[in-house]
C-alpha cells in the first residue's frame, strides 16, 4: 500500500521546525539556560519555557535523535498529518506535558528534550488513524503503552543512553507525552463528531 501525503506543505513546516531544533540543538550549551523547562523559573513567570523547553536538548546526538524519531514519524503518518495537526501537537501537547511536570513532579529542576512530545505525536496519530487501520494501530499502540509501562517500573535502567546523551532518559515525560497526545486526539475526535452532526439534516 502507498501512502499519499495529506498536505504537500506539511514538509517545509516541518523542515522549519526541524531546523529549528538543530539550531538550538547545536547551540545548547549557550541557549539551554535560558530556554529550559526549569521549575523555579516557570514559577517566576518565565512561560515561553513551558513551549521552549520540549526544543533544546543535552547535546548534538540527543538532537539527532529526536530529530530522526520526528521524520520517521512523519513519513510513516503522512497520510495523516497536515500543518494544522503538526502545529496542534506542538502547540497543545508541550504546553500540557510541562504543566504536567510541573504540577506532578516538584522534584524535577529541569529538563530538556523532545522525546515526550514525539511520544505524544505518535499516540496522536495512532488514534487518528486507527479506524483505517485497527489491527496494526491497535498492535503499536499496545507496544507503546507495554514501553510505557515498563518505563515506570523500579528496574527500568534510567541510564541506558548516557554514553550518548551525556544524561538520564526522563521517563515521566514520556508519559505526559503520550496522555497529551491522546487527549488531543480525543478532542478532535469530538470537535469532528459534532461537526459531522451539525450538517446532518433533521430527520
Known amino acids: 500500500m502507498t501512502l499519499s501525503s495529506r498536505d504537500p506543505k506539511l514538509w517545509p513546516h ?11 540543538g547545536l547551540a545548547h550549551g549557550w541557549v539551554n539556560p535560558w530556554l529550559r523547562y526549569d521549575r523555579a523559573a516557570l514559577l517566576d513567570g ?3 519555557r513551558l513551549f521552549t523547553g520540549h ?32 502545529w496542534l501537537w506542538f502547540l497543545v501537547c508541550a504546553p500540557l506535558s ?3 511536570l510541573l504540577l506532578l513532579d516538584p522534584r524535577l529542576d ?16 495512532l488514534l487518528l488513524g486507527w479506524r483505517g487501520h485497527p489491527g496494526l494501530h491497535s498492535l503499536v499502540l499496545a507496544v507503546v503503552v507495554g514501553r510505557l509501562v515498563w518505563e515506570q517500573t523500579p528496574g527500568y535502567d ?8 551525556h ?7 514520556h508519559l505526559y507525552g503520550a496522555i497529551s497526545g491522546a487527549l488531543l486526539a480525543a ?6 463528531r459534532f461537526a459531522g452532526s451539525a450538517i446532518q439534516p433533521p430527520a
Open 98 to 100: 510541562s504543566l504536567a
Open 46 to 48: 518565565q512561560l515561553w
Open 167 to 173: 544524561g538520564r532518559v526522563y521517563v515521566n515525560a
Open 14 to 24: 516541518a523542515g522549519l521546525f526541524a531546523a529549528l531544533v538543530l539550531l538550538l
Open 110 to 125: 529541569w529538563y530538556v528534550g523532545l522525546s515526550g512530545l514525539l511520544q505524544g505525536l505518535l499516540v496522536l496519530c
Open 187 to 192: 478532542a478532535l475526535a469530538l470537535r469532528a
Open 158 to 165: 534510567l541510564d541506558y543512553l548516557r554514553a550518548w546523551i
Open 55 to 86: 526544543l533544546v536538548h543535552l547535546n548534538h546526538w540527543h538532537t539527532l535523535m529526536n530529530l530522526a524519531g520526528l521524520g520517521l514519524i512523519l513519513w510513516f503518518f503522512r497520510d495523516l498529518l497536515d500543518r494544522r495537526r503538526f
